[in-house]
Structures are given as structure tokens and as C-alpha cells.
């Protein structure tokens, strides 16, 4: 089992960068591929991004490729996402999610284990 809290969190304007960490208990964090989701009230949860155990692998929604970017340090049993170019439809609760599994995992369901969430809100 890994335990996951999700920081960094904030308000920042568009246009602004702000980098979300995951931090995992456990001494297995390498046996787990990562994923960030985030959900607005009244929607469902969304996949964001998704990181293999090794960091090779990296899968991105369609809406943030090539402005979010997703990294782990396994040394520190730490998961990044890098927010940048930040737009006011981005703003969410954003979670972070563990998942054993490989390949493209980008449903809830895949993920057993989930962090709390960090608030982001972009004004425009």
C-alpha cells in the first residue's frame, strides 16, 4: 500500500507556471506508475498525465500536451507536474494517483490508491 499528499498548490494568473509534488510513503515507490487527474465541481475526474515506474514513459491529455510536464525522482518518492502556460480552464482540484499497472492507464478505475488533492486556480 502507498500513501500519497499532493502539494503546491495555489492561485497564480494565466499565463503563470506553478509545479505540483506528489510525495509517497512507502519504500516500494518504484513499483508504482504515477498519474495526476484533476476534477472541477459537477465533472467528473480527468486524467492529466501519467508517468511509467522507471520515468520512461510519459502519457499526456490531449488538453495540456506541451504545457504540463510530468517527472518523478524515485531517490525521493516524489512526483512532479510542471504547469506551465497556465490557463483559467485548467483551474481544479488535482489529485495524484498510484497504479502498478503499465501502459496507458487513464481511468480512475486503474488507480487504487489517490492523495488527497491540492487546489490550482488561474484567474484570467
Known amino acids: 500500500q502507498v500513501q500519497l499528499v499532493e502539494s503546491g498548490g495555489g492561485l497564480v494568473q494565466a499565463g503563470g507556471s506553478l509545479r505540483l509534488s506528489c510525495a509517497a510513503s512507502g519504500r516500494s515507490f518504484s513499483m508504482y506508475a504515477m498519474g495526476w487527474f484533476r476534477q472541477t465541481p459537477g465533472k467528473e475526474r480527468e486524467f492529466v498525465a501519467r508517468i511509467s515506474q522507471s520515468g520512461s514513459s510519459t502519457y499526456y491529455a490531449d488538453s495540456v500536451k506541451g504545457r504540463f510536464t510530468i517527472s518523478r525522482d524515485n531517490a525521493k518518492n516524489t512526483v512532479y507536474l510542471q504547469m506551465n502556460s497556465l490557463k483559467p480552464e485548467d483551474t481544479a482540484v488535482y489529485y495524484c494517483?498510484?497504479?502498478?499497472?503499465?501502459?496507458?492507464?487513464?481511468?480512475?478505475?486503474?488507480?487504487?490508491?489517490w492523495g488527497q488533492g491540492t487546489q490550482v486556480t488561474v484567474s484570467s
Open positions: 494517483a498510484a497504479d502498478r499497472g503499465v501502459g496507458r492507464h487513464t481511468g480512475q478505475l486503474d488507480y487504487p490508491y
